[in-house]
């Protein structure tokens, strides 16, 4: 059984901080790795996808990929209570189409 | 553009009821997916279509079917509704074709169908 592994959370952070929110897998097969945000009651939106092992920076917001380790985290900087939302880490394996999501981390910013 | 649209929004079933759900998007798009989400297990796939003419399932397909009936739809059928099938429904789409995900792919989710199966 392929998994995507998410701290549930809640995860409480003050505005003006780093969240820092981690995800496991365990298909070594995996290529491609995603990182969704989904609002109460909406739909879940792409926030960053990640390919290579290292860091990706886009904003606020920093993934980074350990292949070896089978990790994959996403950092928020400056934190802002318009991110507290539940955010859903994807992996899908090379050249398919099978994306595993984990259940999601819980994070709220507090004013 | 509307991006991806699901009707209905809301729906209410008894047991053993037949209803169909819909997906269309304006995007071009090749790939189309058709995802439950229940609490605390987050997003589970249950078809996909890599491109017009291509079903596969997914994680979860038992007690559904689907249709690619053009390039725009991908519907999602319940021939028998169960209260385990009481969930939210998301439909996606996705650029990238029989190559699969990869660089610069995203999935585009519509807002969601809630379905309750008393």
Redesign the interface.
């Known amino acids: 059984q392929k998994e ?1 592994e998410q701290n ?1 959370g809640p995860l409480s952070v003050p505005e003006g901080a780093i969240a820092s929110l981690n995800c496991t897998y365990s298909d070594r097969g995996s ?2 790795f ?1 990182w969704y945000r989904q609002y109460s009651g ?5 926030i960053m ?1 990640i ?1 290579s092992n290292g860091d990706k920076e886009d904003g606020r917001f920093t993934a980074q990929l350990n292949k070896a380790s089978q990790y994959v985290s996403l950092l928020i900087r400056d934190s802002q209570p318009s991110d507290s939302a539940t955010y ?1 880490c ?1 992996v ?1 394996p ?11 981390t819980r994070l709220f910013v507090k004013a | 553009n509307a991006g991806v649209t699901q009707t209905p929004k809301f729906q209410v079933l008894k047991t053993g009821q037949s209803m169909t759900l819909q997906c269309a998007q304006d995007m071009n798009h090749n ?1 189309m ?1 058709w ?1 439950r989400q229940d609490p ?6 249950i078809y ?1 279509s ?1 491109s017009e003419g291509t079903t ?1 399932k ?2 979860v397909p038992n007690g559904y079917n689907v249709s690619r009936l053009n390039k725009r739809e991908f519907s999602l059928r319940l021939e028998s509704a169960a209260p385990s099938q009481t969930s939210v429904y ?1 439909c996606a789409s996705s650029g990238r074709g029989l ?14 169908t809630r379905l309750t199966v008393l």
Do not use: C
């Not at chain 2, 605390?40 to 796939?45: E, F, N, Q, S, V």
């Open positions: 995507v549930s290529q491609s995603f909406k739909s879940p939106e792409l996808s390919y859903l994807a899908a090379r050249g398919g189409f099978k994306t595993i999501f984990g259940a999601g | 790939s997916y995802y605390g297990m987050g997003l589970r796939l996909y890599a596969d997914g994680e998301f190559a699969g995900l990869g660089p610069t792919d995203t999935q585009y989710f519509g807002p969601g």
